[in-house]
């Protein structure tokens, strides 16, 4: 089984009809999503509303109750999908970056390469190395994770992901756990990501990235895409009740009443990935 | 300055440095009394013990040197062997069994689970004797089974698989699950992440429990004499008793020889100890 381009074409994702169920709650509900090779999607909308579930199921870290998923053309739902080989070109980046600890920066990002990708360790270290300096972190190889700050892991992490050559880049709210003062090195590494012709699917709390950067911007509320579009639209002339209050409440966080209208968020859907173990082999 | 040593009460008249004071000194009237505790505790079992007696049977040094080359290349020899070859067992059925209690198929859980239960509740004496008695009657075709020291790895091993299970899986337990998403992210199949990246940093973890486990192990491999040895196969506690007893022709009854093996045994566990701390101190820096 190869990653060649297939109806769907490379560093594509396409998803249909998709549930996905916590037990009796329903975080997904019926998503249709398509994005096209090339294109950056950012995911906003309240903790709670589905986003990151949606990224998750996208490289099936969390099983699909329904639906259809493709990456690169390939159907990863389909029972008979080897995920191991369509995970190795979907980069993730994670919230709490997940660096390998035991590990050296250098053999995080060869880990990776010489173990699934099969390259050599001179190879495999040639890539690493033009990946930290493309993040700016050349001098870091020896380092081990717990070194560094938030923001240079997650460069990392950026680095480690680029180093398995993936066609497409899965964001999971990458500045979250980041002090403040720290956000603008990692953004500005995504951005030259985007710049480059990357595509990505980024879940972020990040508006200004979202509108700068992002082609298309998707707000999510209680398991449905509520409202989608071009930046500009969805984040500057929202058309939803709920984008509006939502983003009033994002953009003008001092302001107490903004959303008195904004109905009270269901029971908070389980953290993602902590009810069902995402990586029993399929 | 009499409030020193009449306690707490009145404290409401006393002035804040006043009461720094009082507790230094009440700190130090507790401290004078425990040592004072030990001192009579030490001078009594100096007096009422017979010490000439205990040095001249204990510490014989006719006996030591008699007895103390036998002791370091058969005993202490025996008892490495036992204890590693047990250890070699423990450790690799104890990491299966770990990782059935794991699986997400519920038949290997529940083997996993059973094994735990089961070699965790037996003595391992018994244990030994089931081994002993039990291989010659249900496996007479398998000569390497049969083996001697293949019948203690397996009896002193099956017992420690049941232990060294526990540590690993809480070890593996230990590890965040972002590492394993981490990892099966980058296209590693699931005995590969366990492999690379899960289970070293889970042994980091479980070093120091696991030396806890070798430690016992050295100390079961005691329990082989019951299995009934040839005298080239004693290790040092019942090559010490032999010894004591007056068993082994030329050598004088007496308990010098136990207090020899007792040394040996530290011999083993004390270096152990201070490795651990030692590996423990190194990869501390690298977290």
Redesign the interface.
């Known amino acids: 089984m190869t990653t060649e381009t297939k109806p769907g074409g490379v560093g594509a994702i396409s998803v249909q009809g998709l549930v996905k169920s916590f037990g009796p709650i329903e975080v997904l509900k019926d998503i249709n999503l398509e994005i096209k090779p090339g294109e950056v999607v950012c995911v906003i909308g309240p903790s709670g509303s589905g986003k990151s579930t949606l990224l998750r199921c996208t ?1 099936l ?1 969390e099983t699909p109750t329904r639906g259809t998923v493709r990456v690169n053309g390939h159907e990863v739902t389909d029972p008979e999908c080897d995920l ?2 369509v ?2 070109s ?3 980046v ?1 919230q ?1 970056f ?5 590990l050296s920066v250098m053999q995080n990002l060869t ?2 390469q010489t ?3 099969k390259r050599s360790k001179s190879e495999a270290e040639k890539i690493a190395r033009s990946n930290l300096e493309r993040v700016g972190l050349e001098h870091k190889e020896a380092a ?1 994770p ?1 070194q560094l700050s938030g923001g240079q892991q997650q460069r990392v992490a950026i680095a ?2 680029l180093s ?1 050559t993936p066609d497409l880049m899965l964001f999971d709210e990458p500045t979250s756990a980041l002090d403040p003062e720290l956000v603008g090195e990692v953004l500005s590494v995504m951005k030259g990501l985007a710049n480059e012709g990357m595509t990505m699917m980024v879940v972020t709390h990040e508006m200004s990235f979202a509108r700068d950067v992002a082609d298309r911007v998707i707000f999510m509320d209680g398991g449905y895409i509520v409202e989608e579009g071009h930046p500009e639209d969805v984040i500057g002339n929202p058309q939803h009740k709920r984008t509006k209050s939502f983003l009033d409440r994002v953009l003008n966080p001092t302001k107490g009443d903004a959303g008195d209208d904004y109905p009270a968020p269901a029971a908070p859907a389980p953290t993602a ?1 902590s009810i069902m ?5 399929i | 300055m009499s409030t020193a040593t009449t306690g707490t009460t009145g404290s409401t008249e006393e002035v804040p440095p006043q009461k720094k004071m009082t507790r230094k000194q009440r700190a130090l009237l507790i401290r004078s009394l425990q040592v004072a505790a030990l001192v009579a505790v030490v001078v009594v079992l100096a007096i009422v013990g017979d010490w000439g007696a205990f040095t001249k049977s204990f510490f014989n040094t006719d006996t030591i040197s008699k007895t103390i080359g036998r002791m370091f290349t058969s005993g202490l020899r025996s008892t490495i062997i036992y204890t590693l070859s047990a250890f070699a067992v423990g450790l690799s059925l104890g990491l299966i069994i770990a990782l059935m209690r794991l699986s997400d198929v519920a038949l290997y859980r529940w083997i996993g689970t059973a094994y735990v239960e089961l070699f965790r509740g037996l003595p391992a004496l018994l244990v030994l004797f089931l081994v002993t008695f039990g291989f010659p009657l249900v496996f007479p075709e398998i000569k390497f089974l049969q083996n001697f020291f293949v019948k203690v790895a397996i009896g002193l091993g099956s017992v420690a698989a049941a232990y060294i299970a526990e540590t690993i899986r809480a070890g593996i337990q230990a590890v965040p699950k972002g590492q394993m998403e981490a990892a099966r992210t980058l296209g590693m199949s699931n005995g590969t992440a366990m492999r690379k990246i899960i289970l070293p940093q889970a042994f980091r973890v479980i070093i120091p429990p696991l030396t806890n486990e070798i430690i016992l192990l050295v100390k079961d491999s005691s329990l082989v004499y019951a299995l009934g040895v040839t005298a080239s196969q004693y290790e040092l506690t019942k090559l010490g008793q032999s010894f004591a007893t007056g068993a082994i022709p030329g050598i004088p009854a007496g308990p010098t020889s136990l207090a020899l093996a007792g040394m040996f045994y530290l011999v083993i566990t004390l270096p152990l100890s201070q490795a651990v701390r030692q590996l423990e101190l190194k990869q501390q820096k690298r977290r």
């Open positions: 490289n870290l191991d080989v995970r190795r979907i980069g993730m994670f709490q997940n660096l390998f600890p035991h880990v990776g173990q699934v990708l081990y717990s480690r992901s398995m990935g173990d995402p990586l029993k082999p």
